[in-house]
């Protein structure tokens, strides 16, 4: 029987949504083993998914990755489950309608960039003595964080977003440098306009939202929405053996828009 590219690896997968469910079914399938985070996952310690079949989703925790508390403790569990940390996705966004930034009143943009932005660097700051312990050990560490294109190119009525986005790729450029010689890898995926769940609903919504989310896939040159597995495939790659020089870098998966 086949070895999947990701045996042995202990990894940490925050947020629920599309993206984060194809990357843990991407992982698993390449035999790592998971524990699954965020806001709409039920808590538990070590057991068995229903729905992998292969037995290698270790546990689900309930985390708010704006609680600073709440992520220390979120992964150093998943770190006790696991019995170490070799990697850490974060696919973890905030949903919300999009807006002009001149119609936007005070303090709409804070929530949004305490999750995306202020969140995902408090889960990195705490994963890394975990990862770097892994990675000083000779095993392969990684962080990945799927950001977006919208960090690159902006995106009309999400200023904050935009703007959080943009922020994490700094921080990824930052954290690479400070942890190359460990060896950590750093890297962010930036998909575009992606089939999921979240994304048909926006395109449904009246207003701006659902005018910008429906006309999406007509700016991308290759004419269609991305589909999650595919962003799940590169942050496979990103965590297996044949990434291991690649650090520091944004890579976008969205047909071709910010070429």
């Keep these: 029987m086949s070895v999947g590219q990701h045996a042995g690896q202990r990894i940490?997968?925050?947020?629920?949504?599309?993206?984060?469910?194809?990357?843990?079914?991407?992982?698993?399938?390449?035999?790592?083993r998971v524990v699954v985070a965020g806001r709409n996952v039920r808590m538990g310690g070590p057991f068995e998914d229903p729905q992998d079949e292969l037995g290698?989703?270790?546990g689900h925790l309930t985390l708010d990755i704006t609680d600073e508390g709440a992520v220390e403790w979120g992964v150093a569990r998943?770190?006790?489950?696991?019995?170490?940390?070799?990697?850490?996705?974060?696919?973890?966004?905030?949903?919300?309608?999009?807006?002009p930034l001149h119609e936007t009143q005070a303090?709409?943009?804070?929530?949004?960039?305490?999750?995306?932005?202020?969140?995902?660097?408090s889960l990195v700051r705490h994963a890394l003595p975990f990862l770097r312990h892994s990675?000083?050990?000779?095993?392969?560490a990684g962080i990945v964080v799927v950001?977006?294109?919208?960090?690159?190119?902006g995106s009309m009525g999400d200023a904050a977003s935009s703007a959080a986005r943009a922020g994490v790729l700094g921080m990824v450029k930052s954290v690479a440098r400070e942890n190359a010689t460990v060896p950590v890898t750093v890297n962010a995926v930036c998909p575009g306009p992606t089939d999921t769940e979240m994304y048909r609903h926006a395109a449904e919504t009246e207003g701006l939202t659902g005018k910008v989310f429906s006309g999406m896939a007509k700016g991308i040159p290759a004419r269609r929405l991305g589909q999650p597995?595919?962003?799940?495939?590169?942050?496979?790659?990103?965590?297996?053996?044949?990434?291991?020089?690649?650090?520091?870098q944004a890579i976008s998966v969205s047909g071709g828009l910010t070429m």
Excluded: C, P
């Design 12 to 32: 940490l997968v925050v947020g629920a949504g599309g993206i984060g469910t194809a990357t843990v079914e991407h992982l698993v399938t390449e035999d790592a």
């Design 56 to 58: 290698l989703v270790m």
């Design 78 to 99: 998943a770190a006790d489950i696991l019995g170490g940390l070799d990697a850490l996705v974060v696919t973890a966004g905030h949903r919300h309608d999009l807006a």
């Design 107 to 121: 303090g709409w943009a804070r929530d949004i960039i305490e999750t995306e932005l202020v969140g995902v660097m």
């Design 135 to 140: 990675g000083s050990n000779g095993r392969r």
């Design 147 to 153: 950001a977006s294109d919208s960090a690159k190119a």
């Design 229 to 248: 597995q595919e962003i799940a495939a590169t942050v496979g790659f990103l965590l297996s053996e044949g990434s291991a020089y690649i650090t520091g």
